[in-house]
Nanobody, 125 residues
Framework: QVQLVESGGGLVQAGGSLRLSCAAS????????MGWFRQAPEKEREFVAA????????YYADSVKGRFTISRHNAKNTVYLQMNSLKPEDTAVYYC??????????????????WGQGTRVTVSS
């Protein structure tokens, strides 16, 4: 089992940057594929980015491609989401998630076994 704790959210002006971190407990972090999802007020949760166990494969939602970067540091049990050129529509609660399964469809929240509590990102115009 793994516990996930996100940090780094906050209030930022449009065009600004934030870096989210997700710290995982346990000694098997490298056995989990990781993802970031977000949920805006009154909207469904949506996929943002995902990274494979080794970090060799990364995937992004079209809406964030070119602006966000997902990375991981397995020795530190941490996954990151660097968010640049933020827009008001990026405002949401951001969640990290871990998958120890097949991870075939990495965009789906159903692929992930564990979730953090979320960190709020607000982008003002």
């Amino acid at each position: 089992q793994v516990q996930l704790v996100e940090s780094g959210g906050g209030l930022v002006q449009a065009g600004g940057s934030l870096r989210l971190s997700c710290a995982a407990s346990g000694h098997t972090f490298s056995s989990y594929a990781m993802g970031w999802f977000r949920q805006a007020p009154e909207k469904e949760r949506e996929f943002v980015a995902a990274i494979s166990r080794s970090g060799g494969n990364v995937y992004y939602a079209d809406s964030v491609k070119g602006r966000f970067t997902i990375s991981r540091h397995n020795a530190k049990n941490t996954v990151y989401l660097q968010m640049n050129s933020l827009k008001p529509e990026d405002t949401a609660v951001y969640y990290c998630a871990a998958s120890n399964g097949a991870w075939t469809y990495w965009k789906s929240g159903d692929e992930y076994n564990y979730w953090g509590q979320g960190t709020r990102v607000t982008v003002s115009s």
